[in-house]
């Protein structure tokens, strides 16, 4: 008899690939790659400068990577925007803040313009940020209401969307 659970466990890990190269691949390398100019110099080259992006882009790198296994793991499902969630996920990163996975990417987009040294890629940063700021807004926020309900209205309440709280989110049922 086939083991449905491996299956279906090696089934999400395909989904979850496909969907890392689709999005965040392309976000943090084929754009970056397709506008990235040599003969820039707004942010200067220097060794500290690329010190810096590195650990950016190691620190971004890590973040998205936990939380993409938090979404395999808990939530049930990938990164992806089309890609059904089973439960909210509020573990990890995802106590201090309710998008920690974009923020990984926007770390890696910050330190890949200041590696670089490309003043197109900080612009491409800026302008990354606003259209998922326009996306959550306007559709994954409610989306996620309603699937979610008061669980998530709760949890909205009280973490912030982008830059992480000091203190762990903890659910009210949790404290007890």
């Given at each position: 008899m086939p083991d449905v659970t491996s299956s279906s466990t090696r089934n999400l890990w395909l989904k979850n690939l496909r969907d890392i190269i689709v999005l965040p691949f392309s976000v943090t390398c084929l754009v970056p790659y397709s506008i990235i100019d040599p003969a820039e110099d707004l942010i200067p080259d220097t060794i500290s400068l690329r010190i810096s992006g590195a650990v950016l882009m190691l620190g971004g790198s890590s973040l998205f990577t936990y939380t993409v296994l938090l979404f395999n793991r808990i939530g049930k499902g990938t990164l992806a925007p089309w890609s059904e969630k089973v439960k909210l996920v509020i573990?990890?990163?995802?106590?201090?803040?309710?998008?920690?996975?974009?923020?990984?990417?926007?770390?890696?987009?910050?330190?890949?313009?200041?590696?670089?040294?490309?003043?197109?890629?900080?612009?491409?940063?800026?302008?990354?940020?606003?259209?998922?700021t326009v996306y959550f807004l306007l559709m994954e926020e409610p989306a996620l209401l309603k699937k979610f309900g008061s669980e998530y209205d709760v949890y909205r309440a009280q973490v912030p969307r982008w830059l992480p709280r000091l203190k762990p989110y903890v659910k009210e049922r949790d404290v007890r």
């Open positions: 573990a990890g990163p995802y106590r201090y803040c309710r998008n920690p996975m974009i923020t990984g990417v926007a770390l890696v987009l910050a330190g890949e313009a200041l590696f670089f040294h490309s003043s197109s890629i900080l612009i491409w940063l800026f302008i990354f940020i606003a259209v998922n």
